[in-house]
């Protein structure tokens, strides 16, 4: 079964290897070494040329194959992605009282890596044992702290499984994400005209006037129980003595509804244009899908799978909602039914990142057992 020693042992190697987001070629080729070592087949995708690194040998995200032992069980996917953030160079990790920290000038960047350990233990397990099993496919994603970038060009049609599982978010194991919104970002350059804001003013046309009362137009904040929207970011004008002539505005909406995603940005976008018009300015808008929305129910496999395999390690399943995107929404945009699950890692993008041995133990049986519970149902 899984084993504590190698599971820490294997954790701690992984989080010594660099990985910044666009970095991850020594991870990579660590792990294609690895998953190959345990009779998977690995191939890595060229993503890593799409992303355009500009490094010499961009890594791609690997993909991976184990063929299943038992015929007519479905095959399932596990994902977790091999970049951190920064400050992630360097990692000394310091194991303390249960749980692994770093040493407090960097991240530990269990957040991935944690779910990578999970899903190598869990293979290994397999190899030694005859658990019966389907074919068990993993992603390891590259560039998805930088908006996903590394599931967004992902081979998708490489993977075969139906059903899927993302290792990367807070909650320990049992914490099962059904629900994440979509988001689109909105970009508006205000263009007015300049002038001697005490010699002509009459002559300017005040672009952070025009973005304020468009602004000011629009319902923001949280919209309703599935939707929010935000301006978060405004620049512009030079000195007090020039009308100033452009301003930068960049903003998003998110909704876990796409019609309401829609709605609300078609309706940002329109204010903006129409507010610029009436006032002698213009507005050069543009909106970007950023990623698809998560939303599965109860029934869904997925779903059900990974309830089921919760309690039979004895934690408690919790359904839930997040606010934010993760490598599962791009998944579900490929068709595959994917949860995003609770790995205990804490504090995450800080240096006062940790998680305790435990839950890397956890989340290697709980990968475990989802896969055992996959094979007693039929594909
Ligand atoms: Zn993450
Ligand atoms: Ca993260």
Same mark, same amino acid.
Do not use: W
């Given at each position: ?56 040998? $961009? ?24 970049? /951190? ?28 890596? !944690? #779910? ?7 293979? &290994? ?8 099993? @389907? ?11 930088? #908006?996903?970038?590394?599931? +967004? ?41 300049? !002038?001697?804001?005490?010699?002509? $003013? ?24 599935? /939707? ?46 129409? /507010? ?6 213009? !507005? ?7 990623? $698809? &929305?998560?939303?599965?129910?109860? /029934? ?11 309690? +039979? ?11 934010? @995107? ?49 094979? @007693? +149902?039929?594909?």
């Amino acid at each position: 079964m899984v084993n504590r020693e190698r599971i820490l042992e294997e954790f701690l190697t992984l989080v010594k290897i660099d990985s910044p987001s666009m970095h991850e070629r020594e991870i990579a080729d660590y792990l294609k070494q690895k998953l190959s070592s345990l009779g998977l087949e690995v191939y890595e995708d060229p993503a890593g040329e799409e992303n355009g690194g500009g490094h010499t040998r $961009p890594a791609g995200n690997l993909v991976a194959r184990l063929k299943g032992n038992t015929p007519g069980v479905p095959a399932v996917l596990f994902c977790a992605h091999m970049d /951190t953030v920064e400050p992630g160079r360097g990692i000394q990790p310091v194991v303390r009282e249960g749980a692994v920290y770093s040493d407090g000038t960097t991240i530990l960047g269990a957040d991935d890596k !944690a #779910g990578i350990t999970a899903i190598l233990e869990a293979v &290994r397990v397999l190899g030694e044992t005859g658990i019966p099993h @389907g074919d068990v496919e993993i992603v390891f994603t590259v560039a998805e702290e930088i #908006g996903l970038k590394g599931a +967004k060009n992902l081979d998708a049609n490489s993977i075969t499984a139906r059903t899927g599982y993302v290792l990367d978010c807070d909650g320990e194991a049992g914490t099962i994400i059904t629900k994440a919104p979509s988001q689109y970002k909105i970009k508006a350059s205000i263009i007015g005209r300049a !002038a001697h804001a005490g010699i002509s $003013p009459e002559e300017g046309v005040n672009a952070i006037y025009i973005a304020s009362k468009a602004i000011s137009r629009m319902k923001l904040g949280r919209l309703d129980e599935e /939707t929010t929207a935000n301006i978060g970011v405004i620049s512009g004008g030079k000195a007090t003595n020039i009308v100033p002539d452009l301003v930068n505005i960049e903003g998003e909406t998110r909704s876990i509804d796409p019609d309401k995603l829609d709605k609300q940005t078609a309706l940002m976008v329109s204010i903006l244009e129409q /507010t610029a018009r009436e006032m002698g300015a213009v !507005a050069n808008v543009e909106k970007e899908f950023l990623y $698809p &929305r998560l939303k599965l129910d109860e /029934t869904d496999q997925a779903v059900q799978i990974a309830v089921e395999a919760a309690k +039979k390690i004895g934690q408690e399943p919790v359904l839930a909602g997040t606010g934010g @995107g993760s490598d599962a929404n791009i998944l579900n945009g490929y068709g595959i039914p994917t949860v995003n699950l609770g790995t205990g890692m804490c504090k995450v993008h800080s240096t006062e990142e940790y998680i305790t041995i435990d839950n890397l133990v956890l989340n290697a049986r709980y990968v475990l057992e989802i896969i055992r519970t996959a094979a @007693g +149902k039929t594909a």
